[in-house]
């Protein structure tokens, strides 16, 4: 299975839609919290080169905002 992470903040809705989406397929992540977590804030950052969120990890990959077509495809939803 893919290592998913999801880096958002609570008052951000794609964030919020986007973890709705992974939950409702069964996808299991780690959500960091940047608002709160200033290494995660900093680990985002250097994988995405950008402040802004969501920002998911799956496995080696990088993807800013919810992108579902790209999310869909790294982890073979139908």
Same mark, same amino acid.
């Given at each position: 299975?893919?290592?998913?992470?999801?880096? /958002?903040?609570?008052?951000?809705?794609?964030?919020?839609?986007?973890? @709705?989406?992974?939950?409702? *397929? *069964?996808? @299991?992540?780690?959500?960091?919290?940047? /608002?709160?977590?200033?290494? !995660?804030?900093?680990?985002?950052?250097?994988? /995405?080169?950008?402040? !802004? %969120?969501?920002?998911?990890?799956?496995?080696?990959? %990088?993807?800013? !905002?919810?992108?579902?077509?790209?999310?869909?495809?790294?982890? *073979?939803?139908?």
């Amino acid at each position: 299975m893919a290592k998913v992470k999801v880096f /958002s903040t609570p008052t951000c809705p794609y964030c919020v839609t986007l973890k @709705e989406y992974l939950k409702d *397929n *069964n996808i @299991e992540f780690e959500a960091i919290d940047v /608002s709160e977590d200033k290494a !995660g804030l900093d680990e985002m950052v250097k994988k /995405s080169g950008q402040m !802004g %969120v969501p920002v998911i990890t799956i496995d080696e990959d %990088v993807i800013v !905002g919810f992108d579902r077509a790209k999310i869909d495809k790294l982890l *073979n939803i139908e």
